[in-house]
């Protein structure tokens, strides 16, 4: 008996000492290093490079905003100065009343919100069936796709017109909606990202018993939220700042969109400058709210979402 209480106590010292040998490690990992370890230096010199090439970017645009309240006697006067000596409004005024703004206003709100809806859904529909059928045309197809992004936009505006011409939509905001919904860029980025997404998901729907378009609006287009948000950004802004396609169909002034009613703000001897400032300043307005409500979802979205590998 006391030879076995001594091999008890000996293997209960033996388990205490490996007890506080596994506690060291432990208190040795409390030691945290500092945050920045030896890059410090490196970092504040990268990140001052990068306020460098903002306030570059930056400076433009913040003298062209200030420069919409300059009254037009302080817009060429020497010296130049970047704040307004004395501030007004007026040129905002002017540009709302003079150029029908409002009606310019919502025909382009309207070509690019119908433009960008349509393109989302056209894009993401190619891209998903590009991404997960199987077939010798279709791949043949995508490649001819990709092949229009080679085609300088000046090279396909004769066939286009032509084509809107014959359909009856010379002269129309569907003139310009219906050419524009389909783009080599939407269609590759969908593609792209839905080659990701792995086939066992589809498999388990169908088994479930969804249809093809079940398993398309309430599966994939969710999982593609990071692109279908950065596609909408980049189509809105491509139709709201969209000039010479419209310039060529529309001819009734009442459906100018926003752009080619500012060009009509450039006479052939005189510019109204104040006007013509204010007015491209309103027209920026939209893409900056547009920028400010998504830009969370593009720039913290998780492309890999619901996946898992």
């Known amino acids: 008996m006391k030879d076995t209480g001594s091999r008890v106590k000996d293997t209960g010292s033996r388990v205490k000492d490996t007890g506080s040998r596994v506690k060291r490690p432990g208190r040795a990992d409390r030691k945290r290093p500092v945050p920045g370890g030896g890059n410090g230096p490196r970092t504040v010199a990268v990140t001052l490079a990068l306020w460098a090439l903002a306030a570059c970017f930056a400076f433009p645009v913040l003298w062209f905003v200030l420069s919409a309240f300059k009254p037009g006697s302080e817009l060429f006067s020497y010296p130049l100065s970047v704040l307004p000596r004395d501030w007004t409004v007026q040129g905002f005024v002017d540009a709302w009343q003079r150029i029908h703004f409002a009606r310019y206003f919502g025909n382009t709100l309207l070509v690019a919100s119908v433009t960008t809806v349509l393109t989302v859904l056209a894009s993401a529909g190619t891209g998903y069936a590009l991404a997960k059928y199987s077939a010798r045309w279709i791949r043949v197809f995508f490649v001819c796709v990709l092949a229009t992004t080679m085609l300088p936009t000046e090279v396909i505006l004769t066939p286009s017109f032509a084509v809107v011409r ?9 003139g310009i909606i219906v050419p524009s919904i389909i783009t080599a860029t939407g269609i590759f980025m969908f593609r792209q990202f839905f080659m990701t997404v792995p086939d066992e998901i589809l498999e388990a729907a169908r088994i479930d018993g969804a249809s093809e378009i079940g398993i398309f609006t309430r599966i994939m287009l969710p999982i593609a939220r990071p692109i279908v948000v950065t596609l909408a950004i980049f189509s809105f802004q491509w139709r709201w700042n969209d000039y ?12 100018f969109t926003l752009q080619v009613a500012l060009r009509n703000l450039i006479g052939a001897q005189n510019i109204d400058w104040p006007v013509l400032i204010a007015a491209s300043v309103i027209s920026l307005l939209p893409l900056l709210v547009m920028f400010l409500v998504f830009q969370r979802y593009v720039m913290n979205a998780d492309i890999n979402a619901g996946l898992k590998d």
């Open 166 to 174: 014959e359909l009856g939509l010379y002269d129309t905001l569907a």
């Open 244 to 255: 010479i396609w419209p310039l060529i169909v529309l001819g009734d002034q009442e459906r």
